[in-house]
């Protein structure tokens, strides 16, 4: 059984409980939008998935098709069974906060991947210890020797990237409210997304 898509408005979060077995489908609705991805154990929030305890267990900066993806206690949270993109995904990069568009110059408040993180958690009663490095669906920030490139997306419209549960955890998403830099696109411009519910199999 799979649960109709979701609607993840543009620059906003959203949270979901995953039983173990169950996977979540996020879907790249236009094919330029970023969705920062974090998960946690609803029983311990201490535990989450970690980005730099992953890159260790599979000896590799992207996860790809049928890799694991571990928590900080260097165990299976998600496993990433299919995608259909080309497989551009970031895991070296920091969520976007308030603090980060301070830096790019922006004086008012700014939407941020951060705050929506813990908002999309504190819509199911959980507060975060941390806002973890997450998991940055189809951001395209490949290092060039010591120096980070800022790039628009490689994904198309209806890319979509399913992550099944290995133990029953919160997966949270944020669609990046990022809108200097281009890496929603060149139009700089943060659109919806998407997600379904897959059960167990």
Known sequence: MTTAPTRIPPRTGKAVFLKAGQAIKVINTHGQQIVDTWAFNPYDMSEYLSMQHTRAYLNKVIP?????LVSNRRRPLLHLEEDTSPGVHDTLIAACDIYRY???GVDEYHDNCQDN??????????TPCTCPSPLNLWMNTPAKGNVVEWL??????????V??????????????????LPINGEACDPTETHFEI????
Not at 64 to 68: F, L, N, Q
Not at 117 to 123: G, I, K, L, V
Request: charged share 15%; net charge negative; proline share 8%.
């Open 198 to 201: 897959l059960e167990a199999r």
């Open 163 to 180: 992550l099944r549960a290995a133990i029953d955890c919160i997966v949270a998403m944020s669609n990046c409210p990022q809108d200097i």
């Open 117 to 126: 993180m813990y908002a999309a958690m504190a819509a199911l009663g959980h």
């Open 102 to 104: 301070i830096g790019l």
């Open 152 to 161: 628009p997306p490689v994904s198309k419209p209806g890319d979509y990237v």
């Open 64 to 68: 790809g098709v049928g890799d694991a």
